[in-house]
């Protein structure tokens, strides 16, 4: 079993800022993962990814439209994004790459060439 | 004499409401947790996703900003029917076979999130813009929901 999306949740409690946990998609390929963020109001310029100690930490401050005028009802939430997952052994952290658009990060972990399902040709 | 002082009935009422308002906090904090928020906030096991709303008003526009994360422009639809503003929708899977799912939180599928204006505005003059996940909807108050002034003159 993968451990690709475990979390380290203590480092939420360090931190002193507030953040939320965006929700995310994981789905598992032959040849990787693909890990899907949702950070709306955020664009590439506000987007931290880091990979420290096998950790993968996304970071996202978002921005939402400046609006001139009252508030009169509110359901967004201000905190800036965060959330942290484990990577599995089998991902090889020096290929991730990653895109944003319309507020979806979108991560590839390719997995490492050896943990590839070898094809047997069959002749 | 009386033996009890009267106390209003205001200040008696305030120490449950206090009560009410710490539980409330502690449920609120159970549903920060990602597995919880993902169920609860979006909804999306009662009722589809619920997409967060927020609604600003000045002089001449109601403006409603809404999150919409990883939508296609084409798959975002705004109807205004008198006084109410609904938006809704569709996300599209975009997995293909031979890829295993491992854990979904995004929300797949349609949705709808209607809200009551507080004015009326005028449908002819709505305008849209889809930015980084967030739609804003600008929607100008209808002439006679334009706050006028009144020019008084005093002898």
């Known amino acids: 079993m993968s451990t690709l999306v475990r979390e380290n949740r203590d480092i939420h409690r360090v931190q002193s800022e507030q953040f939320i946990a965006p929700s995310a998609s994981v789905v598992e390929a032959a040849d990787g993962y693909t890990l899907e963020v949702e950070m709306s109001g955020v664009n590439k310029e506000r987007l931290e990814i880091s990979v420290e100690n096998n950790e993968l930490t996304i970071v996202g401050r978002r921005s939402l439209p400046a609006v001139e005028g ?9 905190e800036n994004y965060r959330r942290t997952f484990e990577l599995d052994p089998s991902i090889d952290a020096n290929k991730i790459s990653a895109k944003i658009d319309q507020g979806v990060v979108t991560l590839t972990l390719p997995k490492a060439e050896y943990v590839k399902p070898p094809k047997i040709t069959v002749s | 004499m009386s033996l009890i002082r009267y106390q209003t009935p205001e200040l008696m009422a305030w120490p449950s409401l206090d009560r ?12 920060e947790l990602p597995f919880w928020s993902s169920i609860a906030r979006q909804g999306q096991l009662f009722s589809g996703w619920s997409p967060a709303l927020d609604l600003y008003q000045n002089n001449d526009n109601v403006v409603a900003v809404i999150e919409l994360p990883g939508m296609r422009r084409e798959d975002i639809e705004i109807s205004l029917h008198d006084r109410t503003l609904t ?3 569709e996300r599209k899977s975009q997995s293909s076979n031979g890829e295993k799912a491992e854990r979904t939180e995004r929300y797949i599928g349609k949705f709808r999130r209607s809200i009551t204006l507080p004015t009326r505005v005028d449908a002819n003059k709505v305008s849209a813009s889809y930015r980084d996940g967030i739609l804003t909807v600008t929607l100008p108050k209808a002439e006679e929901a334009k706050p006028k002034q009144i020019q008084v003159n005093v002898d």
């Open chain 1, 70 to 78: 009252t508030l009169i009802h509110r359901e967004s939430r201000s």
């Open chain 2, 20 to 31: 009410w308002s710490s539980l409330r906090d502690d449920l609120n904090s159970l549903f």
């Open chain 2, 87 to 89: 938006i809704s929708g």
